[in-house]
């Protein structure tokens, strides 16, 4: 099984770079974690409905075949680590890639959201995209730990 952060914008400040690779290297081989970034479409003369549509495109072209897709979205379920944690649990047994989708500025067309297997919230409020990725990444990697015992979660 692999994972995957599927994440519109391709240009993140170095705070973010620098903060997603720290959480990317802690991730033992056994839990693949990777980020696809994927060029934001060119707003000028778009609406935001046309923009969200030519995203979910581009992220349904990117998706790993037969993947399980979780999108994060302000309307998605609001976990707590633990929950966070027993719905992983749910998700690897249905033994498919993960793919974690952030969508981009306008957020996530409303069919692509319908087709994905689940929605999450990692907040009720807004953040910038950057620090959407490295929140993400940061309870992923707190998942693994509750997952394996490992020290960097204390309850």
């Not at 991730?27 to 409905?49: C, H, M, N, Y």
């Not at 349904?60 to 993947?67: N, Q």
């Amino acid at each position: 099984m692999k994972i995957w952060v599927i994440a519109l914008g391709s240009r993140m400040p170095g705070w973010a770079e620098s903060a997603s690779e720290d959480f990317l290297k802690r991730f033992p081989s056994d839990w693949r974690v990777q980020i696809k970034a994927l060029k934001t479409p060119t707003r000028e003369g778009q609406t935001a409905e046309r923009l969200m549509q030519i995203e979910a495109q581009k992220i349904t072209e990117a998706l790993p075949k037969d993947a399980l897709v979780v999108v994060l979205d302000e309307r998605g379920a609001a976990l707590t680590t633990l929950e966070l944690s027993k719905r992983f649990d749910r998700w690897k047994d249905v033994g498919k890639d993960i793919v974690f989708v952030i969508g981009g500025p306008d957020g996530i067309d409303e069919t692509f959201k319908k087709s994905a297997h689940d929605t999450i919230r990692l907040s009720s409020m807004t953040w910038p995209h950057a620090m959407v990725r490295v929140m993400l990444l940061e309870q992923l990697y707190r998942v693994f730990s509750l997952q394996t015992g490992h020290p960097y979660h204390r309850e």
